[in-house]
């Protein structure tokens, strides 16, 4: 069974420090792996996606790196902000029993940013 | 733009009640889903479905029930009501819904349910 662990639990940063976001899975056989943001009391918005055959994307501040074979991510934010304070998520895509694509998510970073 | 609606935000039910969350996307992805998660844990599959009349069991046991009669909807029904199902519930939909799916999942707001 696919396992998401990501560390560390929680981040506090001044504003402008760039930061790595950490995320681990259990078994390399996936499809994707996304990485989402949360506010408080909200939904989920994807943030990046990258496939299995690749090695990185990158959005804007964002970069997330992907090592299928060692089962590891990050997430590089660059020049932090206070608007980026949320939880951080990070979610594998991997075959159900018919082959279909779903998600196993990690419990996520919270990361603070303060001014 | 990706719509993905969820009601009502925030419900609170006395045990033993029958209760229906709803979530619909106006975008016509094939693939929904049903999140449950409780504070400072992880999202977990309970329910999703890769198009119309097509429903499965996501990898946690759930006591609810969903159907999805319409590519738009896909609402989870709580026969009756007890305080274990008291959790946020986030609905979600991609347009992919074949082998290798490569799409993003949109996220609807979620329902607060506290069961009393």
């Known amino acids: 069974k696919q396992e998401v662990t990501q560390i560390p639990a929680a981040l506090s940063v001044p504003e402008g420090e760039n930061l790595v976001l950490n995320c681990s899975f259990t078994?390399?056989?996936?499809?994707?792996l996304q990485w989402f943001r949360q506010d408080p009391g909200k939904g989920l918005t994807s943030l990046l996606l990258?496939?299995?055959?690749?090695r990185e994307q990158t959005s804007g501040r964002l970069n997330a790196s992907l090592d299928k074979s060692s089962g590891r991510s990050t997430l590089y934010i660059a020049a932090s902000q206070p608007g980026d304070s949320a939880t951080y998520l990070c979610?594998?895509?991997?075959?159900?029993?018919?082959?279909?694509?779903?998600?196993?998510f990690g419990k996520g970073t919270m990361l603070l940013v303060s001014p | 733009e990706a719509d993905i609606y969820q009601t009502p935000r925030y419900l609170v039910i006395g045990t033993g009640k029958k209760i229906t969350l709803e979530c619909s996307q106006t975008?016509?992805?094939?693939?929904m889903y049903w999140y449950q998660q409780d504070p400072g844990m992880e999202l977990h599959l309970i329910h999703y479905s890769y198009g119309v009349n097509s429903t499965e069991k996501g990898d946690l046991s759930s006591e609810s029930t969903v159907s999805r009669i319409r590519t738009e909807h896909f609402p989870l029904t709580l026969e009756s009501a007890r305080p274990s199902h008291t959790s946020q519930y986030l609905c979600?939909?991609?347009?992919?819904?074949?082998?290798?799916?490569?799409?993003?999942?949109?996220f609807g707001p979620g329902t607060r349910l506290t069961v009393l």
């Open positions: 990258i496939q299995s055959s690749q």
């Open positions: 078994d390399s056989a996936i499809y994707n």
């Open positions: 979600a939909s991609s347009e992919e819904g074949g082998y290798f799916s490569t799409d993003t999942q949109y």
């Open positions: 975008m016509g992805h094939d693939k």
């Open positions: 979610a594998v895509g991997a075959p159900d029993s018919s082959g279909y694509s779903t998600l196993t």
